[in-house]
């Protein structure tokens, strides 16, 4: 992509080292290409898959949980009107976005459907969310339906234009109105053609389309690059390299035994092989024949042969040469350089292959520092398709009655957004050692650096509130069995070392 452009008027290569002052010029221009390749890198390769399968799971783990979050200041609630919205729209989320009736096509939950958008995302640079009601805007079900954004192109394969670009359509403020979608035949094969939906579609009860987009470097950028794009040609070489160094094992391993005979005589192969003569293949066999009688005289490596050469030949075993004489640390720091050179921030190498420094304190700051890069990752993520999926799911709770919200109903889209704040609780990082980790966490809440709710979040990926009224269920639950009576004699009890020193 980069060091040349694409020209719109017609289909060439412009300039070596010329970058347009619009960068969808050149975005776009080679788009299909490298979602092509970084497809083929995440299928084939296993560092592509490594590099992919480490945002995901560190980005969502298992999906991101909502923490709702109305503004109680704005929205004139008292402390136990927030609570009770809290506890019905949370509860309220969990058991329908839980359940595969969210989907489009009922195969995932919201969750699972997480997953998928993200890995799109990162894959194609962008995926298209589908936001819409069965049949109804009060009376039915919200459902949503996710696409690659490979799907998103112009029809035809037409040439972009200000007004189309990338298969997205604009008004003349240059804002987003709609997408062209690309259709297959009947055989599921590419026809080329593409349909064209409203971002926004007045005339039905509600539905929305929106792009997601993670790595954007413009304000202006249309789609998203692909997050391999920057170390493709490395993650192919390196694959290379690879198989090269394989197939030298292999060639090594073969063990061939080379005798030079003073008489002037054919040469034989004489395996060492005892059941040779009892090959069922007649064309094996008669090939073990011929060579036994002379007829054939060739030369090639095999596992326990010894070959006798005519009079004044020579045999020099072919050795391969490698750039590396330590092929583990070439791998590592080809590793290093491609993890570091990804989309999205980069990746530490130690989280692509889990293998940490023996240093606490170094292994600790990577993983900080990559935590950061993740969190910024989860937010533009959540931000875009988290949020919107919350907001539609809370509202038709609302109206059917089964979320109290007071003032939601008649209040202006200020109001809205205020009761239906959110925050998105992901994956908990990696804790090297808990105990330090618990320690450090004590020392901040007792300094009134942080909350309890802040730790339990950071620590576990948990909801606080959840948390608490665990406790408490769980504290009632051993009062009432006697649990707790016994744990507290145990503790009471001086220790072995206590009496003696009592002695």
Known sequence: MGGSVYNTTKRSH???SYYALDINQFVTAFLQSLQNRNLKAVSETAIGSMIINTFTSFTLGEGLEPQSSPETQALGWTEEQRST??????SFFRRYAG???IDHYGKLNFYQLQNIALRNCLVDGDALLHRSFRNGYHNYEPYIQVLSGRWVRNPYGEIDTKEKIGGVSFDRAGREIGYWIAETANDLVDNFTSHYVLKYNPKSSFEEFN???LDLHEANQVRGIPVLSP??????DLETFKAAYKQKAATQALFTGIITSEKDAPAPVVSTIENLRNL?????????????SGQVNDISLGSGNIIQL?????????????????FEKFVESELTHIASGVGNGGLAYEMVLQKYNDNYSASRATIAGQEKKFKNLRSVFSTQFCDPIWEQVIDWGIRKGYIEAPGYIDGDWMFRKSVLACTWIGPSPINIDPKKEVEAHIMAINAGLETKEDAVREMFGKDY??????RVHEQELERSSGLEDSAEETNTQPSEQEENSNE
């Open 14 to 16: 412009v300039g070596p």
């Open 85 to 90: 919205f809290i506890s019905q729209a949370e």
């Open 99 to 101: 359940s595969k009736r």
């Open 211 to 213: 792009l997601i987009r």
């Open 231 to 236: 170390v493709l040609e490395d993650i192919f």
């Open 280 to 292: 069922s293949s007649p064309s094996e066999a008669e090939m073990i024949a011929k060579a036994q």
């Open 310 to 326: 005519n009079p004044g030949e020579k045999w020099d075993m072919a050795e391969s040469k490698v750039p590396a004489t330590d």
């Open 465 to 470: 509130e959840e948390t608490v009224e665990r």
